[in-house]
């Protein structure tokens, strides 16, 4: 699933390659699938797309936001697979979930593997989608201080226990992470995923919030993660820190044993020495 960090570098090589360009026919899948979450039938978006002109795109929490001048905008959202961006005479892949031509004979798929919303929205009604309407601050938006992240905390302690994972990963409460992004976040952090949140001190709290940031900008600066891909089919350059493949080799900074847990929905890799 893309996290933040690809999506902010999907918007920014759309724009260096797409911007500008005329829609010559919008498609929606071949593939049918269950989990993509479309707004218009077919005929819909082939005649609302027409002759459209690709303008700035950008990206907020899991969203991709791709205006079609004038007047519309392709929403892209909780998407994961592959948003492939091909030059005239590319071969289509087999299967896609939309399917855009560009008069310059260039196109564009989209492919999702678990699900995802490909939807298109009159220029403004794509800010009253659900999940969209009321996003919090994300990492990339200026509104995201230390100020604000010790009030978001201040109030998550007051509705429930909640630990470090379910701060990063659970109900959006910082929108674009999940649960890849959120364990190297932990491990530069130096925090146990289940450590309770209300026991955090001043100083910890610094270091969540350092690692949100550093960790966000260090995997945009490096193209995304390692196992996922950007426009041109390229994998990110990222290499993250915990996932499976840390189980074979010792912590980066201690040189211990990697641990593994299940813990809220997923596999969680931490170290037991710098984590705790
Ligand atoms: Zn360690």
Redesign the pocket.
Same mark, same amino acid.
């Given at each position: 699933m893309f996290e933040l960090p690809e999506y902010i570098n999907l918007a920014k090589q759309i724009n260096a390659a797409l911007n500008g360009k005329t829609i010559q026919c919008g498609n929606l899948g071949n593939s049918p699938h269950k989990f993509v979450w479309y707004n218009r039938s077919q005929e819909e978006f082939t005649d609302l797309t027409q002759g459209k002109k690709i303008g700035k795109s950008h990206a907020k929490g899991r969203w991709l936001f791709i205006p079609f001048e004038p007047g519309y905008t392709l929403l892209f959202g909780e998407c994961g697979g592959k948003i492939l961006f091909h030059q005239a005479d590319s071969k289509l892949p087999k299967k896609y979930h939309l399917y855009l031509t560009f008069t310059d004979l260039s196109f564009l798929t989209a492919t999702t593997q678990m699900w995802g919303a490909m939807e298109l929205y009159e220029q403004g009604e794509e800010f009253k989608r659900e999940y969209v309407k009321d996003m919090r601050p994300t990492p990339i938006d200026p509104e995201f201080t230390f100020t604000y992240f010790n009030a978001l905390m201040d109030e998550s302690i007051g509705q429930k226990k909640r630990s470090t994972k379910s701060l990063l990963t659970q109900e959006q409460l910082i929108p674009g992470l999940g649960n890849a992004i959120a364990q190297d976040i932990l491990f530069n952090a130096g925090l146990h995923p289940r450590h309770p949140i209300d026991d955090l001190d001043h100083a910890q709290r610094g270091k969540l919030y350092a690692g949100i940031m550093d960790t966000v900008e260090e995997i945009t600066e490096q193209g995304g993660r390692y196992d996922e891909f950007d426009l041109f089919g390229q994998k990110g350059g990222y290499v993250r820190i915990m996932d499976k493949n840390a189980l074979e080799r010792p912590?980066? #900074?201690?040189?211990?044993e990697i641990k593994k847990i299940q813990y809220l929905g997923g596999a969680c890799y931490f170290?037991p020495?710098? #984590?705790q």
């Open positions: 912590c980066p #900074q201690c040189e211990g170290c020495n710098c #984590q």
